[in-house]
């Protein structure tokens, strides 16, 4: 427990039921019942810098953090207590991993020799991810999620660094390993998991966007932008996405990510955050105090720079139509830009 907590690097807000939840380095959790003027830090049973959270309801809630950690609340987050961490993930993915393998292994054995050759690809795809688990299980609890989904309060989804995904059916107590849900035969980092409409969306390196139109049962590889990391997505009901990541990158889909257009931000600051605001427009914020405001065709209507420069990591829209931006000195209230400045 720190005074300080509420000043200190922020990562995430989620505004539940009129309260808000803000997450951290340190494994800080703070909340505010009075949209950011005062903040209450709750016990977290961590130390590790929490990424990301999501609550299904006002009460039961999940956040993730360096080191493989999950943490659940039942109470709002009042209260909470670890489910996971990286020693047990990477023991889940490791386990599903071999499993696949002697699986395929069998398979191969018992196949004519002239079918062989056609199943070495495979057989070679499924060892490399059995070697890649055994080597982060001899690593340690080095990977971090990055970011999570709840359907209810059962089942869900938590991503993170070099291909890591896992996903539960009893709210956390269990997990299963998911990778071979995916094409990312080179485990490139899932950087942010989001639900827009009845779709599923997954963004990640090397240009890589994933859909799913089964609640992650299956995933598919979209038509690429470009070719650089994307950090985060949002969009609307209707099918109009934003998607954004390195150095000033923002993109814009109105069919649900089957075709995109590219957006001239005028910068080259990194994006880390994006929300859509009630009118339609969006709010993306990142590297160097960036923020940027997009009006509903994705043209540029506003820009401004946080006087620290220093990086945003989350903006949130206010409930007086102003915006809550989380970063290096906790939470703050600024306004909506328009023009430059």
Do not use: C
Not at 173 to 196: G, S
């Amino acid at each position: 427990m720190s005074p300080l907590a509420a000043h200190s690097l922020l990562l995430d807000i989620e505004r539940v039921d009129g309260k808000l939840i803000a997450v951290g380095e340190r494994g800080h959790i703070v909340t505010s019942t009075d949209e950011g003027g005062s903040w209450q830090q709750a016990p977290v049973p961590v130390r590790v810098t929490l990424t990301n959270t999501f609550f299904v309801d006002d009460s039961y809630g999940w956040t993730v953090g360096h080191d493989g950690v999950v943490l659940k609340t039942e109470d709002g987050g009042k209260s909470w207590r670890k489910l996971l961490d990286g020693n047990v993930a990477n023991q889940i993915m490791l386990e599903h991993a071999q499993a696949r393998l002697a699986d395929f292994e069998e398979t191969y054995d018992a196949a004519p020799e002239e079918q062989r050759e056609e199943m070495e690809g495979e057989l070679e795809s499924r060892t490399y991810m059995a070697d890649d688990a055994q080597a982060f299980t001899n690593e340690g609890p080095s990977r971090p999620f990055l970011d999570l989904w709840f359907k209810d309060r059962n089942e869900g989804i938590v991503v993170g660094a070099f291909g890591l995904i896992l996903h539960t059916t009893d709210g956390g107590e269990t997990w299963q390993a998911w990778f071979d849900r995916m094409e990312n035969p080179t485990l490139f980092h899932l950087n942010a998991i989001k639900q827009i409409g009845d779709e599923l969306y997954i963004t990640a390196e090397a240009g890589t966007l994933f859909r799913s139109s089964d609640w992650g049962q299956s995933w598919e590889i979209l038509d690429s932008p470009y070719d650089g990391s994307f950090f985060g997505i949002t969009g609307n009901d209707q099918g109009r996405i934003i998607a954004y990541g390195l150095r000033g990158h923002a993109f814009q889909s109105e069919d649900w990510g089957d075709t995109w257009d590219t957006i001239d931000t005028g910068v080259d600051a990194s994006f880390f955050s994006g929300t859509m605001l009630d009118d339609g427009s969006v709010v993306l914020v990142g590297a160097g105090g960036i923020s940027l405001h997009l009006d509903a065709d994705g043209n540029v209507i506003g820009t401004s720079r946080d006087s620290s420069r220093l990086p945003l990591s989350k903006v949130l829209e206010s409930e007086d139509k102003g915006l809550l931006i989380a970063g290096p000195h906790g939470v703050h209230a600024v306004a909506v830009s328009e023009g430059k400045k």
